[in-house]
Nanobody, 125 residues
Framework: QLQLVESGGGLVQPGGSLRLSCVAS???????????IGWFHQAPGKEREGVSC????????NYADSVKGRFTISRGNAKNTVYLQMKDLKPDDTGVYYC???????????????WGKGTLVNVSS
């Protein structure tokens, strides 16, 4: 009932920056409660893990320890858009980034109700 579309991935050198976007759209004729939106990272050959989560109002945020101080999650003026600003990227940040949504904050990896198809980030020199 909720479509999530990520964009903004690409190839970047170590130390570079990218901004990912996630746009949420309710499928016509359905309703969907998606107050909390999170970003998740799946590195090659590894399990998906949480990166950051933002609440419906934007007042509650959290980050994985590995990205604190480097990544910033935010909501756009249109509340159905969430961004992930990534700075000082490292090779370990390489992988597919997914956004996902559920009714309430926080964003447990295995408790999200809706998922996008992901956008690939490749940090390499």
């Amino acid at each position: 009932q909720l479509q999530l579309v990520e964009s903004g991935g690409g190839l970047v050198q170590p130390g570079g920056s990218l901004r990912l976007s996630c746009v949420a759209s309710v499928v016509s004729g359905f309703t969907a409660d998606y107050g909390a939106i999170g970003w998740f990272h799946q590195a090659p050959g590894k399990e998906r893990e949480g990166v950051s989560c933002i609440s419906r109002s934007g007042g509650l945020l959290n980050y994985a320890d590995s990205v604190k101080g480097r990544f910033t999650i935010s909501r756009g003026n249109a509340k159905n858009t969430v961004y992930l600003q990534m700075k000082d990227l490292k090779p370990d940040d390489t992988g597919v980034y997914y956004c996902a949504a559920r009714g309430d904050y926080p964003c447990p990896t295995y408790g999200m109700d809706y998922w996008g198809k992901g956008t690939l980030v490749n940090v390499s020199s």
